[in-house]
């Protein structure tokens, strides 16, 4: 990504990272920074990609005049569904432990167990490919509506759709870096963005920093309308 280390992993698969595309677990090369700003605004990329999904669910859900508590789900839902797509690319925020997962054997154990497919795909995958596509959006949606079909209409419907949003939002935006993705994946392999060069939102920049911002401000502004 434009002024900042590269990872060693990243560089070797599709490219620069985009919002979300941060990997606080692989190794740095190149000079550090002489202060500890590049890593501040680091921390931004996942929080970028987790507002843009809790505004997209909220403003979905106020649309569909749901109430708290489904908009409560819907959020939740959307915060994981923006972790989803870079479940390719390892140390990103979906592959690493929870808390609960640090602190607690059992939970640990179950963490880990059920993170393995995530492990394996994530082995296979190519970084911003696959699981940055429409199609990707449109399986995920699917999918977990579909596995949750058990627990009822109620709830199916909402956490599909606000994990679904959580996903779109991340594809969305990381087709606003330089990178870009390859929205139409597998019938093309072309990269997609959606501002024109120039404009495009590099992670860790300031211009991100000000996205983040605004959408806070979204947010707030749907909580309280
Ligand atoms: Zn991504």
């Known amino acids: 990504m434009d002024g900042l280390p590269k990872l060693r992993r990243a560089s070797s698969r599709a490219g620069s990272g985009g919002p979300s595309c941060r990997v606080r677990g692989a190794r740095l090369v190149g000079p550090r920074k002489p202060t500890d700003a590049p890593n501040t605004l680091a921390r931004v990329r996942n929080v970028t990609h987790e507002l843009i999904g809790v505004s997209a669910a909220i403003g979905a859900a106020k ?3 749901l109430g708290p508590a489904a908009i409560s789900a819907a959020a939740a839902a959307a915060v994981y569904g923006s972790w989803l797509p870079d479940i390719d690319q390892f140390g990103t925020r979906v592959h690493r432990r929870s808390r609960l997962e640090r602190r607690s054997l ?3 154990a179950v963490g880990a167990l059920l993170r393995l497919p995530l492990v394996a795909f994530g082995a296979l995958a190519s970084h911003r490919a696959a699981t940055h596509s429409a199609l990707a959006c449109v399986a995920v949606t699917g ?3 579909l596995a949750l079909t058990p627990l009822g209409l109620a709830v199916a419907p909402i956490v599909a759709g606000g994990m679904g949003l959580g996903y779109a939002a991340h594809v969305l935006a990381d087709a606003c870096t ?7 994946w597998p019938l093309s392999r072309r990269r997609v963005w959606l501002l024109p060069a120039g404009r495009r939102i590099a992670t860790g920049t300031i211009r991100e920093l000000l996205l983040a911002t605004c959408v806070l401000a979204l947010v707030v502004g749907l909580v309280v309308a």
């Open 63 to 65: 649309v569909a005049r």
């Open 106 to 108: 059992v939970a640990g």
């Open 143 to 145: 999918g977990v509506g």
């Open 178 to 184: 330089p990178a870009g993705v390859r929205l139409w």
